[in-house]
């Protein structure tokens, strides 16, 4: 058990929906980040914050957003849900910034949009 | 743009027949490079970090070493529940960021 939660574990929605995905991270940890993973692009990073504030973004859609509240735990909002956006997203937490800081995953987020 | 290179896609072996396989990367300075271990509908388990050319971890029969462009997590006397997709990953230094940039994996399964 990596102490990562994600909820809920599956979601169907409809194309052109929203939906919002929750992380709570291993305690102790300031730095949460969001990756989608599906069968042909492998594991893409989405976005990072540290405590609260955003870090850092990679591949992620306009129609996404995320934040950290003050508690640490995070969200990620996906709307105008598409077809392609049916993937595994996953929450990881580290430490914080710096040398030694192995991302912690949790057990992801299974998102079907039909 | 930091790039992993994961090989080979997929790798059947019996079981006790030991193999390698390669993580061949290109980032902009190099702060630490990642093994993990992905089992069907989990997230991944981190397995090592590997910061300079030269290193060697080592956790029951894994062993993963790097150099400068490539990195080999080596399987000794596999047991099938070694069967797992293997994910190699690198932290780039510098700009702040923090996420790892990821290879698409090895799929290794041990067969009895």
């Known amino acids: 058990d990596s102490g990562v939660t994600q909820t809920p574990k599956h979601l169907i929605t409809a194309t052109g929906q929203r939906v919002t995905l929750r992380c709570s991270p291993r305690?102790?940890?300031?730095?949460v980040y969001w990756y989608q993973q599906s069968l042909d692009q492998g594991l893409q990073f989405l976005i990072q914050?540290?405590?609260?504030?955003?870090?850092a973004k990679g591949n992620i859609l306009e129609r996404f957003s995320a934040q950290q509240f003050p508690d640490l735990h995070s969200e990620l909002n996906l709307s105008s849900l598409e077809l392609g956006d049916s993937a595994l997203y996953f929450c990881?937490?580290?430490?914080?910034?710096?040398?030694?800081?192995?991302?912690?995953f949790g057990n992801g987020t299974r998102l079907t949009v039909t | 743009e930091d790039q992993v290179t994961q090989s080979p896609e997929a790798l059947r072996l019996q079981e006790g027949e030991s193999s390698s396989l390669n993580c061949s990367y290109t980032v902009s300075g190099l702060r630490g490079l990642f093994w993990y271990r992905q089992d069907p509908g989990k997230g991944p388990e981190f397995l090592f970090t590997?910061?300079?050319a030269g290193e060697e971890k080592e956790k029951e029969r894994l062993k993963a070493t790097l150099t400068k462009k490539e990195s080999f997590l080596h399987i000794t006397a596999p047991k099938p529940e070694d069967s797992a997709t293997y994910l190699c990953a690198v932290q780039a230094g510098g700009g702040g960021a923090d996420g790892l940039t990821f290879g698409k994996g090895t799929h290794l399964i041990i067969q009895p």
């Open positions: 914050y540290y405590n609260g504030e955003e870090r």
């Open positions: 305690s102790g940890d300031l730095s």
């Open positions: 990881a937490s580290s430490v914080g910034t710096g040398r030694s800081s192995p991302l912690h």
């Open positions: 590997l910061y300079s």
